[in-house]
Structure formats: C-alpha cells, structure tokens
C-alpha cells in the first residue's frame, strides 16, 4: 500500500526556473492539499483540493498554482522560482469519513 | 483565525523518565479536533495522537496521552517511559471539521525532542 507518494525527494533550482512537484496517492482519497514547512514556522496551508475539478487557496498560495484533473493526483507547480521558496513541501490526502489526514515524505526544494 | 502555539522550541528528557510537551490554541468554534504530530529525521509525518473537543476523556495511545482543557485551551501531550526512538520534531496541530476545505490542519511551531541516554 504505498499511500501518498511524493517525488522528487530532493530538488534543486536556480531563480526563475519552473518545476512541478508531484504527488499521488492511491486511496481514492478526495481531498487533498500542500503545505510548506520553514523553521521555526510549522507547517502553512499552500493549496488544497476537495475533489477531482475543485481547487482552492490556503494561507501561503502566492507563487504556486494547484490542478487536480484526477482523483489520484495532485500537482505543485512554480512557475518562476524564487529563494523564498525554498522549503520542504509535504503533500497530504484524506478521506471524508476519516479523521487523520496522511501525508508524503516530504520535497526538500533549494532555490539558489 | 485559528492559531496553534507551542511555547518550547527544544525539550529535553532523560531516557525512562516524562516528559510534556505544551500547545495552546485559538478558536471561536466549540466543535474541532486536536492533533499530535512526530516528525523524525526522516521527515515523515506521524500522527501520535487525536483528541475530538466534544470528548471530556483525555485520549492515550500506549505511552502517549494528552491533557485536554477545553475551557483553557490547552492541549499538552505526555510521554511515560521516553525512548531514544521518541527523539524528533513535535507538532500540535487544529482542524475544524465544519470549514470549507475541512481538511486545513493548523500547525504550531514544533517542539524539538530530546531523549539523553
């Protein structure tokens, strides 16, 4: 049962390049969302999905845009980065009925 | 907004004894829950532990409880026995289960754990 996948594990970038962060997961889960996590600062809401179509803004959405064209996928995407992004991304599904959201192992992105 | 505070940025605790972590939080609404996170080293995100606001009965999961006061909002997590294992990052973590997009979980700041052998 592999849950919520997220790759890369490890990227880096150089100011003003794009990339897309993925995640899967395979529990028919319809919510789901992205976070970053800063020191000192926890984890904060980027984007987040109730279902396959419907996409809507967290607390830090600046800088990133969200799709969620399948149940089972939902990806980060930067389209020009910048230093202040560096971080870890940590994306997590849940079901209705469930409590306890799940979350991937986490991107730790660099932008130099 | 709802906020989450976690007033110990590092912990530490010898191994065998107890240790509790603190979290205060903010909020207006009466119905929500309450979460403890573990993040060890390898980043993963564990949840330790769950506690419903409507529930008086403080939740335990084997060497893992929380005290729940409603009232003060104060949601602190206990570890009995602490072992090196136990050693990573804490989070205290809020979701109202009401709000559109019900799944935004509210996060502190996290508590560094140490376990000294």
């Known amino acids: 049962n592999a849950g919520v996948t997220q790759t890369p594990k490890f990227q880096v970038l150089k100011t003003g390049q794009s990339m897309t962060l993925q995640c899967a997961q395979d529990m028919n889960h319809e919510y789901m969302s992205w976070y970053r996590q800063d020191p000192g600062m926890g984890l904060r809401l980027i984007h987040y999905s109730v279902g396959a179509g419907i996409t809507d803004q967290g607390e830090v959405p600046n800088g990133y845009n969200v799709s969620r064209s399948t149940t089972e996928d939902f990806p980060l995407r930067l389209l020009s980065a910048a230093p202040s992004q560096t971080s870890v991304y940590f994306c997590?599904?849940?079901?209705?009925?469930?409590?306890?959201?799940?979350f991937g192992q986490g991107t730790r992105l660099t932008v130099v | 907004a709802q906020t989450v505070t976690q007033s110990q940025p590092e912990m530490s605790v010898q191994e065998a004894e107890t240790v509790t972590l603190s979290c205060t939080y903010d909020?207006?609404?009466?119905?929500?829950?309450l979460f403890w996170y573990k993040q060890p080293p390898s980043r993963q995100m564990i949840l330790v532990i769950r506690?419903?606001?409507?529930?008086?009965q403080n939740a335990t999961e084997n060497r893992f409880s929380v005290n729940f006061q409603k009232a003060a909002k104060s949601f602190s997590l206990k570890i009995s026995d602490s072992q090196l294992g136990d050693a990573a990052m804490y989070f205290c973590?809020?979701?109202?289960?009401?709000?559109?997009?019900?799944?935004?979980?509210?996060f502190g700041q996290g508590t560094r754990l140490t376990i000294n052998p």
């Open positions: 997590a599904s849940k079901s209705t009925e469930d409590t306890e959201a799940f």
């Open positions: 506690q419903e606001a409507y529930k008086q």
């Open positions: 973590a809020y979701r109202n289960p009401l709000l559109q997009g019900a799944q935004k979980l509210v």
């Open positions: 909020t207006s609404e009466s119905d929500y829950y």
